[in-house]
Structures are given as structure tokens and as C-alpha cells.
């Protein structure tokens, strides 16, 4: 497996609109993209550099708000990716998920339990 870049780190909040002012008005970010219908903003700082996601997520399963970041690995097939990544001993959690015409996205875990995720860019 390659990566491509490390561009991203998400965060799990309970209420986006309010962490996207949070991040605008307090840290001064600017808003470079938001959906939400899948509960999803990313920012970056004014002069460019990595994004931060911020995902709003239920308090179940493996993130909950304020506990956590998310490092993403961008690579060019997600799929082959995955299967060296399991061959290698990571593990994968769930299946590739898809964003329709946006991303496909796998989450794993490497040695100590830190959660990473692959990324594959559908758009562009």
C-alpha cells in the first residue's frame, strides 16, 4: 500500500452547526465545505494546510463527541489497499463505505488501538 497524502483529521461532535461556529468564530477557521445530510463540515486554516472534519455522530458505537481524532490516509484504491492493509495484520473495522460521488472510506486500527481511516477520493 501507498499513500497518497495525509490532508485530513476528523472529530466526532454531538451538534455540527455548533462546532462549525465554534471553529469559524473562536479559532477563526474557514468553512470549506459542509454537508448536511450526512452530518460533515471541514475547515482549514486561512492559509491552507490540512482539513479538519467534523463529523456529528450518535454516542454509541466507536466515537463519541470530545474523545477522539481521526487521522485519514488517502490512497488510489481502497479496495486493494484494504485487503494488503489486513494481510499485513491491521484491522479493518466494518466494510468500505461509499459517499456516492465523493469518497469511499475504510476504518481501521493499527497495534494500539489508535482508529485511522483510508480514504479513496471519488470527485474530482
Known amino acids: 500500500m ?3 497524502t495525509m490532508s ?28 448536511e445530510q450526512f452530518g460533515w463540515a471541514e475547515l482549514q486554516g486561512h492559509d491552507g494546510g490540512a482539513r479538519l472534519g467534523i463529523a456529528q455522530l450518535p454516542d454509541e458505537g466507536h466515537f463519541k463527541a470530545g474523545q ?10 481502497i479496495e486493494k489497499a484494504t485487503t494488503e ?3 499485513k495484520g491491521a484491522t479493518c473495522i466494518g466494510s468500505v463505505q461509499e459517499i456516492p460521488g465523493h469518497a469511499k472510506l475504510q476504518m ?17
Open 68 to 77: 477522539n481524532a481521526v487521522v485519514t490516509f488517502t490512497v488510489e484504491n
Open 2 to 4: 501507498r499513500t497518497k
Open 85 to 87: 492493509l489486513t494481510t
Open 8 to 35: 485530513l483529521a476528523w472529530i466526532a461532535v454531538k451538534n455540527l452547526k455548533q462546532a462549525i461556529k465554534f471553529y469559524t468564530e473562536v479559532l477563526g477557521m474557514k468553512l470549506m465545505e459542509t454537508h
Open 108 to 124: 481501521a486500527v493499527d497495534a494500539d488501538g489508535n482508529h485511522f481511516q483510508l480514504v479513496q477520493i471519488l470527485s474530482k
